[in-house]
């Protein structure tokens, strides 16, 4: 019978290992492996699933016997060790049992002894990996709310501000992120959040409405407006009355569209396309971008009054490579529901195949990762996706990429509850010199995710990493954009100043010798949210 079980055995009896070895290969043809030092041992107990270490209590140790495997305990808890006792030893039993190791072997061997010595050995590893595996799915439960699912501390962040924007039902709320970050998943979180869970959430994609339809989409039109309008028709926004309309890619909306949501936004009514009477409504708006909305300002192309008016809570969803604490819970949840979805078993990844996982930059986000599953889970109805197994970009991106070291991928993965092959130890690394300064992101964003910001000088988006952290090497790429420099560093100034005030202005204004009237109007200007 082929045993799905790892032994080791540390014994330097050449004997007493050959003996053991044909005692155990009577009942089983198990992988068995020996070794004839500490340093072995603990090399191959870290990086190996093994079940069963048996330790002779002379193997070569700097400490006596019962310390060691006191140490090796604690060390290696997912091991059931079973300590081999030489004649003249019999003494240290009790010792033994005291460190709750229940199995021991006497020597000269006996295979009967051995054989349930063995056998109850496996039962209890079993049962203690089962529990340690419980264990870690609890601590490995991620958050979710509202159908989404992250452990992330900004993910945390931004379920709780969801929460407490969702209280509030009139302002208007920004949400920015990169597409696939789930900007969408956001604001129907923010309205199921809402007491307008109850009416319709109306989502309006702007990008993808062709201009010259979309303000009919949206306002409607009365009989008559235009050739082909034989009757009147409610725009989306009166659907979205006593509800929520979410507009996504804002920054797609041509000027004078621009104009009359503004109007909705200011007055609360509008008027359909055609129509001369004004209609009230009540809807609560929520906008979404990927662009940069400021810029689009300055270039003239967004409305100033607008952007101001949509953005009274700016709202950022990092993109997923700068959360990859996120990873593990996410592909468990999209095996989940898609191995649920097409009838078949669940399936894991093997290491090397999550390690590629975590080393791709997901330009797509987490639509790329859900799209990614799908295709596995289609694709490959083995229980083990291997690294060859995946799309070639994935696994060249992942080859190539150095951004996640092998530490960080294995801390990764460590708590993830995707059942993997044997998890890595987690090793405090030691610290040489202090972390690197975080990289920088739009202050604005920033503030949200209540993280401290550096007082660095910002880098423009045309500059490098290399030029970040001194505003003269912004001029290493050519030009720079002054005011949007200046702009941001402002921002950042005060940002900071909120922060170390905790939200008090007045404390924050003497901080950065400013008057208060002069810091609460740079606040409401640059758009600053504060908690
Ligand atoms: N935190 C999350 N948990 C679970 N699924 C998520 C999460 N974030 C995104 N998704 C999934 O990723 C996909 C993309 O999400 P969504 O459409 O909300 O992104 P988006 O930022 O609005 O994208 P786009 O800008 O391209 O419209 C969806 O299928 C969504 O279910």
Same mark, same amino acid.
């Given at each position: 019978?082929?045993?799905?079980?790892?032994?080791?055995?540390?014994d330097?009896?050449?004997?007493?290992?050959?003996?053991?070895e044909?005692?155990?290969?009577?009942?089983?043809?198990?992988?068995?492996?020996?070794?004839?030092?500490?340093?072995?041992?603990?090399?191959?107990?870290?990086?190996?699933?093994?079940?069963?270490?048996?330790?002779?209590?002379?193997?070569?140790?700097?400490?006596?016997?019962?310390?060691?495997?006191?140490?090796?305990?604690?060390?290696?808890?997912?091991?059931t060790?079973?300590?081999?006792?030489?004649?003249?030893?019999?003494?240290?039993?009790?010792?033994?049992?005291?460190?709750?190791?229940?199995?021991?072997?006497?020597?000269?061997?006996?295979?009967?002894?051995?054989s349930?010595?063995?056998?109850?050995?496996?039962?209890?590893?079993?049962?203690n990996?089962?529990?340690?595996?419980?264990?870690?799915?609890?601590?490995?439960?991620?958050?979710?709310?509202?159908?989404?699912?992250?452990?992330?501390?900004?993910?945390?962040?931004?379920?709780?501000?969801?929460?407490?924007?969702?209280?509030?039902?009139?302002?208007?709320?920004?949400?920015?992120?990169?597409?696939?970050?789930?900007?969408?998943?956001?604001?129907?979180?923010?309205?199921?959040?809402?007491?307008?869970?109850?009416?319709?959430?109306v989502?309006?994609?702007?990008?993808?409405?062709?201009?010259?339809?979309?303000?009919?989409?949206?306002?409607?039109?009365?009989k008559?407006?235009?050739?082909?309008?034989?009757?009147?028709?409610?725009?989306?926004?009166?659907?979205?009355?006593?509800?929520?309309?979410?507009?996504?890619?804002?920054?797609?909306?041509?000027?004078?569209?621009?104009?009359?949501?503004?109007r909705?936004?200011?007055?609360?009514?509008?008027?359909?396309?055609?129509?001369?009477?004004?209609?009230?409504?009540?809807?609560?708006?929520?906008?979404?971008?990927?662009?940069?909305?400021?810029?689009?300002?300055?270039?003239?192309?967004? =409305?100033?009054? &607008?952007?101001?008016?949509?953005? $009274?809570? @700016?709202?950022?969803? /990092? +993109?997923?490579? %700068?959360?990859?604490?996120?990873?593990?819970?996410?592909?468990?949840?999209?095996?989940?529901?898609?191995?649920?979805?097409?009838?078949?078993?669940?399936?894991?990844?093997?290491?090397?195949?999550?390690?590629?996982l975590?080393?791709?930059?997901?330009?797509?986000?987490?639509?790329?990762?859900?799209?990614?599953?799908?295709?596995?889970?289609?694709?490959?109805?083995?229980?083990?996706?291997?690294?060859?197994?995946?799309?070639?970009?994935?696994?060249?991106?992942?080859?190539?990429?150095?951004?996640?070291?092998?530490?960080? =991928?294995?801390? &990764?993965?460590?708590?993830s509850? $995707?059942? @993997?092959?044997?998890? /890595? +130890?987690?090793? %405090?690394?030691?610290?040489?010199?202090?972390?690197?300064?975080?990289?920088?992101?739009?202050?604005?964003?920033?503030?949200?995710?209540?993280?401290?910001?550096?007082?660095?000088?910002?880098?423009?988006?045309?500059?490098?990493?290399?030029?970040?952290?001194?505003?003269?090497?912004?001029?290493?790429n050519?030009?720079?954009?002054?005011?949007?420099?200046?702009?941001?560093?402002?921002?950042?100034?005060?940002?900071?100043?909120?922060?170390?005030?905790?939200?008090?202005?007045?404390?924050?204004a003497?901080?950065?010798?400013?008057?208060?009237t002069?810091?609460?109007?740079?606040?409401?200007?640059?758009?600053?949210?504060?908690?």
């Amino acid at each position: 019978m082929i045993c799905p079980h790892q032994f080791l055995v540390a014994d330097n009896d050449p004997q007493g290992i050959l003996l053991l070895e044909q005692q155990l290969q009577r009942d089983c043809s198990c992988t068995l492996q020996y070794v004839h030092n500490q340093d072995r041992l603990e090399e191959l107990a870290y990086n190996q699933d093994i079940h069963i270490l048996f330790y002779d209590l002379k193997f070569p140790s700097e400490t006596d016997p019962i310390t060691k495997l006191g140490q090796l305990q604690h060390k290696f808890p997912h091991l059931t060790i079973v300590p081999l006792i030489s004649a003249g030893m019999d003494i240290l039993v009790k010792e033994i049992l005291g460190l709750q190791l229940f199995f021991y072997i006497p020597k000269p061997l006996d295979y009967s002894e051995v054989s349930i010595t063995v056998r109850r050995a496996l039962e209890t590893n079993s049962i203690n990996r089962g529990a340690n595996r419980e264990q870690e799915n609890i601590k490995a439960k991620p958050h979710s709310f509202e159908g989404m699912t992250g452990d992330s501390i900004p993910m945390r962040q931004l379920f709780d501000l969801i929460s407490r924007i969702a209280d509030d039902d009139y302002s208007t709320v920004l949400i920015r992120g990169e597409s696939g970050t789930g900007k969408e998943m956001v604001a129907k979180a923010i309205h199921q959040q809402s007491k307008r869970r109850k009416r319709n959430f109306v989502p309006v994609n702007c990008a993808a409405i062709p201009e010259e339809l979309l303000e009919s989409e949206l306002f409607g039109y009365s009989k008559g407006a235009f050739t082909g309008a034989t009757t009147n028709k409610i725009g989306r926004i009166q659907y979205a009355d006593k509800g929520t309309l979410f507009l996504d890619e804002i920054g797609d909306m041509k000027p004078s569209l621009q104009a009359k949501l503004l109007r909705v936004l200011q007055e609360r009514e509008f008027e359909p396309v055609g129509g001369l009477k004004a209609t009230p409504v009540d809807t609560r708006i929520l906008a979404a971008t990927h662009c940069n909305l400021e810029k689009l300002v300055e270039q003239g192309r967004f =409305r100033e009054d &607008l952007y101001y008016r949509l953005s $009274v809570i @700016p709202l950022n969803i /990092p +993109p997923l490579r %700068e959360r990859k604490e996120d990873l593990p819970h996410l592909v468990s949840l999209f095996v989940e529901n898609y191995s649920l979805k097409r009838g078949r078993d669940l399936f894991s990844f093997s290491r090397r195949a999550l390690d590629t996982l975590a080393s791709h930059q997901w330009p797509g986000n987490v639509r790329e990762l859900e799209n990614l599953i799908q295709h596995m889970s289609v694709l490959h109805a083995g229980a083990i996706i291997e690294f060859d197994d995946l799309p070639e970009k994935i696994r060249n991106r992942g080859l190539s990429s150095c951004e996640t070291g092998r530490d960080e =991928r294995q801390a &990764l993965w460590a708590n993830s509850h $995707v059942p @993997p092959e044997k998890k /890595p +130890p987690q090793i %405090e690394p030691e610290r040489t010199e202090p972390p690197p300064p975080k990289k920088m992101r739009p202050p604005i964003e920033k503030s949200y995710q209540n993280k401290p910001l550096p007082l660095t000088a910002p880098s423009t988006s045309r500059s490098n990493s290399s030029s970040q952290g001194s505003p003269f090497s912004c001029w290493e790429n050519g030009k720079i954009d002054f005011n949007e420099l200046v702009e941001s560093f402002e921002k950042q100034l005060i940002v900071r100043a909120l922060k170390i005030s905790s939200g008090n202005k007045k404390e924050a204004a003497i901080l950065l010798g400013l008057k208060r009237t002069t810091l609460l109007e740079k606040i409401k200007k640059k758009g600053i949210f504060v908690h």
